[in-house]
C-alpha cells in the first residue's frame, strides 16, 4: 500500500506542478505575444512610412524625366542657334574678305 501512496503522492505532486507551471508558461506565451504585436506594429509603422517616401520619390522621378526632356529641347534648339550664328559668322568672313580683296585692287 506504501507504494501505491507513493504513486499517488507523485501523481498529485505532477498534477500540482503542472497547475503551478501552466499558468508561468501561459503568462511567458502572452508576453512574446504582446512583443511579437509591437514589433509587427512597429515593422508596419516603418513599412508605411518607406511607402510614402518611395512614392515621393516616383513623383520627383516623374517630374525629373519631365524636366530632362524640357532640357533636351533646350539643348537642340541652343545647338541649332549656334549652327546658324556659325554659318552667319562664315558668311560674314567671307563678304569681309571680298571687300579686302576689293580694297586691295583699288
Not at 517616401?53 to 520627383?60: C, D, M, V, Y
Not at 545647338?79 to 585692287?105: R, W
Request: proline share 1%.
Amino acid at each position: 500500500m506504501r507504494f501505491q501512496n507513493k504513486k499517488i503522492y507523485s501523481f498529485l505532486i505532477g498534477i500540482l506542478l503542472i497547475g503551478i507551471l501552466t499558468p508561468i508558461g501561459c503568462t511567458w506565451f502572452k508576453s512574446e505575444n504582446e512583443k511579437l504585436k509591437e514589433e509587427i506594429t512597429d515593422v508596419s509603422a516603418e513599412n508605411e512610412k518607406l511607402r510614402k517616401e518611395l512614392n515621393t520619390l516616383k513623383s520627383e522621378n516623374s517630374q525629373m524625366h519631365v524636366r530632362l526632356a524640357q532640357l533636351n529641347l533646350q539643348i537642340a534648339s541652343l545647338h541649332t542657334e549656334i549652327q546658324n550664328l556659325q554659318k552667319d559668322l562664315d558668311t560674314f568672313k567671307a563678304q569681309l574678305k571680298g571687300v579686302e580683296k576689293k580694297d586691295k585692287k583699288t
